[in-house]
């Protein structure tokens, strides 16, 4: 079994900064390609970010420059800075990770349950 987890969501001022948490727990080799998304309300699910096992990210580019991924292999744990943070960032974000269960197996993609994260004033 392999679950997949975030953490950090909340309320927020606009201009304000969150950091989110996503670990991965259970019988695992090593995760390799992790990634960010997020479903604003009444809209389809959009990437955030993304950041392979060798640390290469990329950022759909309205978060380019304010969100920040990065990893801790040694954890299981992939993470998310937000900062200058606009009410149009509003959504659920959710964790996804391919993780390889045994050496030498083909990667499973995993989805988390999502964490919302509001933007007001």
């Known amino acids: 079994q392999v679950r997949v987890l975030e953490s950090g969501g909340g309320l927020v001022r606009p201009g304000g900064s969150l950091r989110l948490s996503c670990v991965a727990s259970g019988s695992i080799f090593s995760p390799t390609v992790m990634g960010w998304y997020r479903q604003p309300p009444g809209k389809e699910r959009e990437l955030v970010a993304r950041?392979?096992?060798?640390?290469?990210?990329s950022y759909a580019g309205s978060m380019r420059g304010r969100f920040t991924i990065s990893r801790d292999d040694a954890k299981n744990t992939m993470y998310l800075q937000m900062s200058s943070l606009r009410p149009e960032d509003t959504a659920v974000y959710f964790c996804n990770a391919a993780i390889r269960r045994f050496q030498g197996s083909v990667p499973t993609e995993y989805w988390g349950q999502g964490t919302q994260v509001t933007v007001s004033s």
């Open positions: 950041i392979s096992s060798d640390g290469i990210t």
